[in-house]
């Protein structure tokens, strides 16, 4: 069982362009989520998809966008990349949406914007 | 501002000391959790806590839930190299709600 796969593992790429992560998980779960890692802030949340077809805002939501056209995939694009959005993002999952449910994290994809 | 604030942000001590890790809000949770997460790698989760004062042990490591529910510690007895790694907490607001806020982190390093 792989778990949660993410692609690609780094990028390095120019401002101004379009990129897409990807995230797929195998577990069935119902609960998606993406975060990103910046030092000295911890894990912070983008967007949250509850089931397949639902998607919602977390704390930093400008600038990315998600879809959730199926159970298994959960893609974050970034529209126009800038700087600021150079980070380690991590795409995780749970079964359900109750905040005590675990939550099984993606190795991260590291993205420097330049 | 930091919803949840982790102290110390770093420690390093020598393998078989004592050690605690704070993670302390003004804010109420109506859950916490504390992942550690390795290098390359994403946060594993190690515990949930849930009820105000509920303690809970993973071998050597000692999680505290305080009673008002703003706050949570972690204590490791006679830390080993393994231990090494960063510590986070994360909490729930809202019961149910699966918007969890991560503290800043601890980096832990235990030297042989």
């Known amino acids: 069982i792989a778990g949660i796969t993410q692609a690609p593992t780094s990028q390095i790429l120019a401002a101004g362009r379009r990129m897409t992560l990807r995230c797929t998980q195998d577990?069935?779960?119902?609960?998606m989520y993406w975060y990103r890692q910046d030092l000295g802030l911890g894990l912070r949340l983008i967007h949250y998809?509850?089931?397949?077809?639902?998607?919602g805002k977390g704390e930093v939501p400008d600038g990315y966008s998600v879809s959730r056209a199926n159970t298994d995939d959960f893609p974050l694009t970034l529209a126009s990349a800038v700087p600021s959005q150079t980070s380690v993002y991590f795409c995780?999952?749970?079964?359900?949406?109750?905040?005590?449910?675990?939550?099984?994290f993606g190795p991260g994809t590291r993205l420097t914007v330049l | 501002t930091q919803l949840l604030e982790q102290s110390p942000q770093f420690l390093s001590i020598q393998e078989g000391e004592n050690l605690t890790v704070y993670c302390n809000s003004s804010?109420?949770?109506?859950?916490l959790q504390w992942y550690r997460q390795e290098p390359g790698e994403g946060p594993v989760l190690l515990v949930t806590?849930?009820?105000?004062?509920e303690v809970k042990k993973l071998k050597r490591l000692t999680f505290q839930f305080g009673d008002a529910r703003k706050d949570s510690s972690l204590h490791i007895t006679a830390a080993q190299p393994g231990d090494t790694g960063l510590y986070l907490c994360?909490?729930?607001?809202?019961?149910?709600?699966?918007?969890?806020?991560f503290g800043q982190g601890t980096r832990l390093t235990i030297n042989p």
């Open positions: 995780a999952s749970s079964s359900g949406g109750a905040s005590t449910d675990t939550q099984y």
């Open positions: 577990m069935r779960h119902n609960a």
């Open positions: 994360a909490g729930a607001k809202i019961q149910g709600a699966q918007k969890l806020v």
């Open positions: 804010s109420v949770f109506s859950s």
């Open positions: 806590v849930v009820t105000g004062g």
């Open positions: 998809s509850n089931t397949a077809g639902t998607t």
